[in-house]
């Protein structure tokens, strides 16, 4: 199974409970799964945080290798994306948003590639806004938090000897 991060995973482990500074196992679980072909993220997302020109910035810089480019197969089911996203009860607003952010590719390298979406997004029953599960749930793509992953992935962020 392979999982491709949205964007909140990483912000919202700088920010919260895998800062860069004190939870150095999960940036490392990541790249770990990214060698073995396992997590990645899209280039998008990679844009989205590189925009930040924070501490993530510079290790998602560094980090490239994790975030995919779009290729032939993306290119070929996006239609098949933005017809679900306007064939639905959105507002035409919260269409276009859909179509020109990363969700859009990110939920669409999901379909092609058969991975797992992982976000802290929830479906919400909104004509406002089109969440990642929704999209998800509507293509019949599989969508989990990050902690789901982390437990089916059985990761293990074992407390070491103090520095």
């Not at 998008?44 to 197969?73: H, M, Q």
């Amino acid at each position: 199974m392979a999982y491709l991060l949205d964007a909140n995973v990483f912000i919202q482990a700088k920010n919260l409970h895998y800062g860069l500074d004190f939870c150095p196992a999960f940036w490392d679980w990541i790249l770990a799964g990214n060698a073995a072909g396992q997590v990645y993220s899209i280039e998008k997302v990679g844009d989205e945080i590189a925009a930040g020109a924070d501490e993530l910035s510079a290790w998602a810089a560094v980090n490239r290798t994790l975030f995919l480019a779009p290729d032939a197969a993306i290119l070929g089911v996006l239609g098949t994306v933005a017809t679900w996203a306007t064939s639905q009860a959105y507002e035409p607003a919260a269409v276009n948003t859909f179509l020109q952010v990363a969700d859009y590719f990110l939920v669409a390298h999901a379909l092609a590639h058969k991975h797992v979406v992982v976000t802290h997004e929830v479906a919400a029953a909104s004509t406002r806004k089109i969440k990642i599960p929704n999209a998800c749930i509507g293509l019949g793509v599989k969508v989990m938090t990050p902690y789901e992953m982390l437990r089916v992935e059985r990761a293990r962020f074992v407390l070491g000897a103090a520095a």
